[in-house]
Each structure stands twice: as structure tokens, then as C-alpha cells.
């Protein structure tokens, strides 16, 4: 009789427990909330349990489903703070000190993990990072096998000289210039793992919009992959996004920024085709045709013995990606460090994916938000004029010296260094030899790191005006 009345009070004492409202851990105190669109709350309680969430004047209700699961939406508001949220269930929980503003999600490989404390002038940095109005949460490396619902996280952190060594350094001064910019609440979702390539990240929905990637769609019920030892292979395509983004969605987001590429290198224009399925199931998944997604060029870096042209592969690649629409590519040839794969200077990185951000998305038409890019050629005589896109106010040799890292060829496709010079809005291009100019390449090398710019001080991305497939 003891027996049975012990084991009936553990049974009492569990339903006890589980009878709580629950949430996922990206929704808790400190957290940000995106500004003008409805904002999904979600998360669990018995079934069948009403669920009332109301914040200042707003109270909504919906019941708790046979699962447990429960969601409503807020009317859309405007940038302010800080408010409570308080949701009734089985139990009573208070969110506090709730933003609402501009939310982004910051993910990629180890340049996005890259914390502030790692980037250029950490002492500094660190010391003047009083502004509680920008918040993080980072979320743990965590490949699943299905869709998860919940990723456990230390919750949101409200910046401040205590906790901004461990934000993202790029998600940070991105944050950081759109705040002095916009004046309204920032929050960042830090959803990145160091060496990962970009097929863990994509969402099955959008390995099926790229028809070149059929020999990924055609297997999918095979992915995630598992290892030997049982566990899930974090590289696998779908594992991270099962694990560490589907948790994530449909928290409301502005947009996502993406610094990623280096575990690609060597894949050429494959790599395009992959930015094209993680961009259009993104956007599927968050059930935002136009959701903004914002990336990195790589920077100039030796990649050891392997080819010297591979990371410009990677560039045209990601330069290609341009023409997916609602897309903005901040190049970084001036910043790197050819000998550290991880370059220091975390703060223009972030600074130029802003740029894009507040010409795009927030109104700011005037801006000149990114450097020179290819737009097209003609040949004159000896000389090959190339013309750009985002000019500025002119194009210049950022460091005075004579334009760097220019090659043409003629019909034998053997390039040679040429010499280069600005003209107007175009660059003409020529060398002794090739009297019958074809084709001209730029920073076509994996250390190059060309001194074309504008004179709004941002660089010229590689490119090339031929097509020629590798010797």
C-alpha cells in the first residue's frame, strides 16, 4: 500500500510539473521583437489548456492543441521598449524587458562565430559597448536527424561591456551601425558553427527549387547522414538546419546575414547553386518570398597548395548570386589577411552588410553601399574598357599606387599582367603583346588584393569577363 502510494505521489508530483506554459528558448526576457509585422509567440502547455498572452493594451488567447502546442500573433508595433509580456496557462509567466525593432539572423561558419573579443581592438571595443538596446542570443552547435521544435540557449544578452565579448563580431558592428543609424532596438540571433559548409543549413524546400542540385534533392530521405558511432554527421545537408535553425522559425525576423564559404572552396559556380537553395528555403520556411539575405565575399586568403584560382571561383560564384533578387554582397579584398583565414576586422565587415541593409530596407536611396562591380565590356583597338556598376563618386586607386591585380588575354587564353588605368566611370585595360585583346580577368588570384575602388571607400569585387573553363 506504501508502494502504490509513493509511486501515485511521483505521478502526481510529475503532472505538477509538466502542468507549466512553456516556451522555446529564443523567446524569453531581453528578447527583441521584430517591428511593423505581426510577431509569432509560441510554445507549450497541456492540451486543451486556454493560453491568454497579453502585452500592455494587446491581449490575445488561443487553446493548446492534442500535442501541447500553442501559437498566437501580436498585432504588428512600432520600435520601443521596454515591455512585459504576460502568458496565462496552466501557470503564469512574465517575459520582461521585451525590445521591439529590427531582428536579423546572423549565421554561417567560423567568420560569423568570430566573437568580439577575437576581432580587431577588443579592449576598446568592449569597454565603449554600452548599448543595451542591442541584443544576442547564441545558440549551440546541434545537428538533429528531424525538424526540431527547441535548441536549449542561454537566452538573450543585453550588450553591454560584461557580455559583448561573446557576441558575433560581424552580427555585432552590423548591429552597431544600424543602431546609430536607425535609433531603434537591434536584436541578433547567432545561429553559426565554425567550419561548417552551406548544405547542413538548407532546409529540404530549398534543395528542390534548384534543379542542379537534383543529386541532393533525389536522396533527401537519406539525409541527415549518420557516422559510424550513431551520431548525426553536423556536415550532412539538413542536419543543422533540423538542429539549430528550424528551432529558430518563424521567430520574426527582418532579414539574415551570411558569412560563409571558406569549407566550399574549389566548388566554382556549384557553390552558386547552393546560395540559391539556402536563400530560396530560408525564405520558404519563414514564408517571406522577399526576406533579405545579406553576405560576405570572401577575403583574400592562401589556401596552401591548392590552386591559386579556386577562391576565385568562390568570388564569381558568390558575385553571381547578386541577381537572386533582395540579395547584397559586401566585399572584403582590402581587409583580409592572406595568412589568417580569420582577418581581425570584424568591424567593416559588418559595417558594409549594413550599408546594403539601410539602402535596401530602410530607406536610405542615396546611399553608395557597395563597391565597383562588373558590368560590362568593350574592346578598343589594344585595350579592353570595362565599365561598372556603383561607382559612387568615381573610381580610384584606394592607395595611390597604379591599379593592382589586372590580366588580359588574347584568342590563345593566355593571360599576362597588364597595366590598368582609370578613365572616367571605366578602366581601360591593355599590355604589351596581346595587340588583340579578348578577355580581361581582376584579383583572379587566391592572395590578390586588388586596389580598385570608389571613392566612397569601398573595394571592387573580383571578376572576369571570359568563361573559359580552367586549364
Same mark, same amino acid.
Not at 422 to 429: D, E, N
Given at each position: 500500500?506504501?508502494?502504490?502510494?509513493?509511486?501515485?505521489?511521483?505521478? /502526481? !508530483?510529475?503532472?505538477? &510539473?509538466?502542468?507549466?506554459?512553456? !516556451?522555446?528558448?529564443?523567446?524569453?526576457?531581453?528578447?527583441?521583437?521584430?517591428?511593423?509585422?505581426?510577431?509569432?509567440?509560441? %510554445?507549450?502547455?497541456?492540451?486543451?489548456? $486556454?493560453?491568454?498572452?497579453?502585452?500592455?493594451? &494587446?491581449?490575445?488567447?488561443?487553446?493548446?492543441?492534442?500535442?501541447?502546442?500553442?501559437?498566437?500573433?501580436?498585432?504588428?508595433?512600432?520600435? @520601443?521598449?521596454?515591455?512585459?509580456?504576460?502568458?496565462? @496557462?496552466?501557470?503564469?509567466?512574465?517575459?520582461? +524587458?521585451?525590445?521591439?525593432?529590427?531582428?536579423?539572423?546572423?549565421?554561417?561558419?567560423?567568420?560569423?562565430?568570430?566573437?568580439?573579443?577575437?576581432?580587431?581592438?577588443? $579592449?576598446?571595443?568592449?569597454?565603449?559597448?554600452?548599448?543595451?538596446?542591442?541584443?544576442?542570443?547564441? !545558440?549551440?552547435?546541434?545537428?538533429?536527424?528531424?525538424?526540431?521544435?527547441?535548441?536549449?540557449?542561454?537566452?538573450?544578452?543585453?550588450?553591454?561591456?560584461?557580455?559583448? @565579448?561573446?557576441?558575433?563580431?560581424?552580427? #555585432? #558592428?552590423?548591429?552597431?551601425?544600424?543602431?546609430?543609424?536607425?535609433?531603434?532596438?537591434?536584436?541578433?540571433?547567432?545561429?553559426?558553427?565554425?567550419?561548417?559548409?552551406?548544405?547542413?543549413?538548407?532546409?529540404?524546400?530549398? !534543395?528542390?527549387? &534548384?534543379?542542379?542540385?537534383?543529386?541532393?534533392?533525389? $536522396?533527401?530521405?537519406? #539525409?541527415?547522414?549518420?557516422?559510424?558511432? %550513431?551520431?548525426?554527421?553536423?556536415?550532412?545537408?539538413?542536419? /543543422?538546419?533540423?538542429?539549430?535553425?528550424?528551432?529558430?522559425?518563424?521567430?520574426?525576423?527582418?532579414?539574415?546575414?551570411? #558569412?560563409?564559404?571558406?569549407?566550399?572552396?574549389?566548388?566554382?559556380?556549384?557553390?552558386?547553386?547552393?546560395?540559391? =537553395?539556402?536563400?530560396?528555403?530560408?525564405?520558404?520556411?519563414?514564408?517571406?518570398?522577399?526576406?533579405?539575405?545579406?553576405?560576405?565575399?570572401?577575403?583574400?586568403?592562401?589556401?596552401?597548395?591548392?590552386?591559386?584560382?579556386?577562391?576565385?571561383?568562390?568570388?564569381?560564384?558568390?558575385?553571381?548570386?547578386?541577381? &537572386?533578387?533582395?540579395? %547584397?554582397? =559586401?566585399?572584403?579584398?582590402?581587409?583580409? +589577411?592572406?595568412?589568417?583565414?580569420?582577418?581581425?576586422?570584424?568591424?567593416?565587415?559588418?559595417?558594409?552588410?549594413?550599408?546594403?541593409?539601410?539602402?535596401?530596407?530602410?530607406?536610405?536611396? $542615396?546611399?553608395?553601399?557597395?563597391?565597383?562591380?562588373?558590368?560590362?565590356?568593350?574592346?578598343?583597338?589594344?585595350?579592353?574598357?570595362?565599365?561598372?556598376?556603383?561607382?559612387?563618386?568615381?573610381?580610384?586607386?584606394?592607395?595611390?599606387?597604379? /591599379?593592382?591585380?589586372?590580366?588580359?588575354?588574347?584568342? +590563345?587564353?593566355?593571360?599576362?599582367?597588364?597595366?590598368?588605368?582609370?578613365?572616367?566611370?571605366?578602366?581601360?585595360?591593355?599590355?604589351?603583346?596581346?595587340?588583340?585583346?579578348?578577355?580581361?580577368?581582376? @584579383?583572379?588570384?587566391?592572395? =590578390?588584393?586588388?586596389?580598385?575602388?570608389?571613392? +566612397?571607400?569601398?573595394?571592387?569585387?573580383?571578376?572576369?569577363?571570359?568563361?573559359?573553363?580552367?586549364?
Amino acid at each position: 500500500m506504501r508502494r502504490l502510494l509513493s509511486v501515485l505521489l511521483l505521478v /502526481l !508530483f510529475a503532472s505538477t &510539473v509538466q502542468a507549466e506554459v512553456r !516556451f522555446p528558448s529564443v523567446i524569453g526576457d531581453n528578447m527583441v521583437l521584430q517591428r511593423g509585422e505581426a510577431v509569432p509567440l509560441w %510554445g507549450w502547455d497541456d492540451a486543451g489548456t $486556454k493560453v491568454t498572452v497579453t502585452m500592455g493594451d &494587446v491581449t490575445t488567447s488561443t487553446t493548446a492543441g492534442a500535442e501541447g502546442a500553442w501559437a498566437v500573433y501580436l498585432p504588428a508595433m512600432k520600435a @520601443g521598449g521596454p515591455h512585459e509580456i504576460v502568458v496565462a @496557462g496552466t501557470s503564469t509567466v512574465t517575459i520582461k +524587458n521585451v525590445l521591439v525593432g529590427e531582428v536579423w539572423l546572423c549565421s554561417g561558419q567560423s567568420n560569423m562565430e568570430w566573437r568580439v573579443r577575437q576581432s580587431n581592438n577588443p $579592449k576598446e571595443e568592449i569597454a565603449a559597448a554600452n548599448h543595451p538596446r542591442i541584443r544576442h542570443i547564441k !545558440f549551440p552547435h546541434r545537428p538533429a536527424a528531424d525538424p526540431q521544435v527547441n535548441i536549449p540557449s542561454d537566452g538573450w544578452k543585453v550588450c553591454s561591456p560584461a557580455t559583448v @565579448g561573446d557576441f558575433t563580431g560581424v552580427g #555585432y #558592428y552590423f548591429g552597431r551601425h544600424l543602431l546609430q543609424e536607425l535609433d531603434v532596438p537591434i536584436g541578433l540571433l547567432g545561429c553559426n558553427w565554425g567550419g561548417t559548409r552551406i548544405e547542413p543549413w538548407t532546409p529540404p524546400v530549398g !534543395f528542390r527549387a &534548384v534543379p542542379k542540385l537534383s543529386d541532393i534533392t533525389g $536522396k533527401l530521405d537519406e #539525409y541527415p547522414s549518420v557516422r559510424g558511432n %550513431g551520431s548525426i554527421d553536423h556536415q550532412s545537408p539538413l542536419a /543543422l538546419f533540423n538542429g539549430m535553425v528550424s528551432p529558430v522559425q518563424p521567430y520574426g525576423i527582418r532579414g539574415a546575414i551570411w #558569412y560563409q564559404g571558406e569549407s566550399n572552396n574549389g566548388e566554382g559556380m556549384l557553390y552558386h547553386e547552393k546560395m540559391k =537553395a539556402l536563400i530560396a528555403g530560408w525564405r520558404s520556411v519563414w514564408n517571406k518570398p522577399a526576406l533579405p539575405f545579406y553576405y560576405v565575399q570572401l577575403a583574400p586568403y592562401r589556401y596552401g597548395n591548392r590552386g591559386s584560382e579556386l577562391l576565385a571561383g568562390i568570388w564569381e560564384a558568390q558575385l553571381k548570386t547578386l541577381a &537572386v533578387p533582395h540579395t %547584397g554582397m =559586401a566585399v572584403t579584398v582590402d581587409i583580409g +589577411n592572406t595568412r589568417d583565414i580569420h582577418p581581425r576586422n570584424k568591424q567593416d565587415v559588418g559595417k558594409r552588410l549594413a550599408l546594403w541593409a539601410l539602402a535596401k530596407d530602410y530607406g536610405r536611396k $542615396k546611399l553608395v553601399y557597395s563597391g565597383p562591380l562588373y558590368k560590362g565590356m568593350t574592346v578598343q583597338g589594344d585595350a579592353i574598357h570595362i565599365s561598372f556598376d556603383h561607382v559612387g563618386d568615381g573610381l580610384v586607386s584606394r592607395d595611390g599606387k597604379a /591599379l593592382s591585380h589586372f590580366t588580359i588575354a588574347g584568342a +590563345n587564353k593566355a593571360f599576362v599582367a597588364a597595366s590598368a588605368t582609370i578613365k572616367g566611370k571605366t578602366v581601360v585595360v591593355r599590355a604589351g603583346g596581346v595587340n588583340q585583346p579578348v578577355a580581361v580577368r581582376f @584579383g583572379w588570384h587566391h592572395e =590578390a588584393e586588388p586596389n580598385l575602388s570608389n571613392k +566612397n571607400g569601398l573595394p571592387a569585387s573580383p571578376f572576369r569577363t571570359d568563361s573559359w573553363d580552367p586549364k
